[in-house]
């Protein structure tokens, strides 16, 4: 099958040096905020991967124009009236949670009804979360089978503030709000669970009407109406999440050291770093800085003589949401019996990952035992797996297929893992990273 992985080989200890691509969220809320400012808007390092491309195909249909050069990304802001409304629009998000929700925040002032459409993956997910809030603005909203995509947004020229309160610690959910705070009359005021902030690190370096009081349990967040954005130029940090998997491969390595050059550490992304360093796994950050708000460091992870089991703290999932599929690999090969807990978010992303964790550990030979939103699982510090496993039918989930690379790389066997194209959204030089790592293990290369 040529859209198939074949693995029949452990990776072996390595010493090295890599850099990822840029971050996903950033590229995102970047490509949406500069279609929106008075003038041109500068990126180096965005990630071109379909989610991203997604939005700027997005503005484009808005009126928006891009240039993509060698030399990073242009994007040419019309002002924050500037889209170009026309009848008979859709937008397709394709496989992006992020942009499919955030977007809708802004086009709350749509002359006509627009579509957004998305893939398969993309129809089966909750888009409730954010059209109730936002309807609450005076849009209105139609959804297939009244929950998911596609849906029609019916816009108007009469926006209200609003007080909304989002429980779920749902970054987009927030992040849609705040774009249609930016467009009402008023003050909208969010009481939001802690989640990732970039979007509020965003709005505050263009110096837009929005501030955040930090509570113990939850951010307080005002935002106005916005008249002007000046353009952003941005040099896009590495992702954490795409780091994740090259933490994890070192963690469940013998003998090895890796270094991750300039990754976004933004405290509300490092759940991962976190939850791992309790576990056993040494993680240290160098050459620390703040760029446009951000935390940025070079990560160095070492792979440890064992691994410790956890019971891992509710507190830390929004940090790490995005990150356990991979996590739950290192609990695979702790000592003793790991428990994760309150994870019912796991199941509203690209595939029900939690299902999808119990498939791939119980495949390696690891009991667990899963709840709908927890996991239990006992480790095994000397697996190593014999069998063959395929991996298939998992909703081209790009993080499933990467976990699964990194179990067969780390645990051994004879994977047939399908659908490798799933990583164009969101990590599309994944491979030619690990090619880069096992040859430099002195391994064979994996196309």
């Known amino acids: 099958m040529p859209d198939s992985l074949i693995i029949n080989d452990k990776i072996g200890s390595f010493n090295d040096v890599i850099s990822v691509s840029g971050d996903k969220s950033i590229s995102i809320r970047w490509v949406l905020l500069s279609s929106l400012a008075n ?31 060698k030399n990073g990304v242009k994007i040419y802001g019309r002002g924050i009236n500037g889209y170009n409304y026309k009848k008979n629009v859709t937008i397709d998000a394709a496989n992006s949670g992020t942009l499919g929700r955030l977007i809708l925040g802004l086009l709350i002032n749509t002359t006509y009804p627009i579509k957004i459409i998305g893939d398969n993956s993309l129809s089966k997910r909750d888009f409730r979360r954010v059209t109730e809030p936002l309807s609450k603005f005076g849009a209105q909203f139609k959804l297939n089978k009244s929950t998911s995509l596609p849906l029609t947004i019916f816009g108007s020229k009469k926006l209200k503030s609003v007080n909304y309160i989002e429980k779920k610690g749902s970054a987009q959910c927030k992040s849609s709000v705040i774009f249609g705070g930016m467009r009402a009359n008023g003050t909208t005021i969010i009481k939001a669970k802690k989640s990732r902030n970039h979007t509020e690190l965003l709005c505050k370096y263009l110096n837009l009407p929005i501030s955040v009081k930090t509570k113990k349990n939850y951010d307080e967040i005002k935002i106005n109406k916005v008249k002007t954005i000046n353009p952003l130029n941005y040099n896009i940090p590495s992702d954490i999440s795409s780091s994740a998997f090259f933490i994890v491969l070192t963690a469940l390595s013998n003998n090895s050291e890796l270094i991750i050059k300039n990754v976004n550490i933004n405290p509300s992304r490092i759940g991962i770093i976190t ?85 791939i550990l119980t495949k390696i030979g690891i009991k667990t035992v899963t709840t709908k939103d927890s996991i239990k699982i006992y480790g095994n510090p000397r ?45 599309p030089n994944f491979l030619k990273i690990t090619n880069e790592l096992m040859k430099n293990a002195k391994k064979k290369k994996y196309n």
Request: charged share 25%.
């Open 383 to 427: 697996l190593d797996v014999k069998k063959k496993i395929l991996i298939k039918n998992y909703l081209n989930d790009h993080r499933v297929f990467m976990t699964s690379v990194i179990a067969a790389l780390s645990f051994g066997g004879e994977w047939n893992i399908h659908d490798k194209d799933s990583i164009k959204t969101s990590f």
């Open 275 to 359: 939850i791992l360093k309790k576990m056993g796994i040494s993680i240290i950050f160098k050459n620390q800085k703040t760029y446009k708000g951000e935390k940025i460091a070079d990560i160095v992870v070492k792979s440890p003589k064992s691994i410790k089991s956890i019971n891992c703290p509710s507190k830390f999932n929004s940090g790490a949401i995005d990150e356990f599929l991979i996590i739950f690999l290192v609990a695979a090969k702790a000592k003793g019996i790991s428990y994760f807990k309150n994870l019912a978010e796991l199941n509203q992303k690209e595939s029900p990952r939690l299902k999808w964790a119990k498939i």
């Open 39 to 69: 003038g041109v808007s500068n990126a180096k390092n965005l990630l071109l991967s379909e989610d991203v491309l997604a939005a700027i195909k997005a503005i484009k249909i808005l009126g928006i124009n891009s240039k993509i050069s």
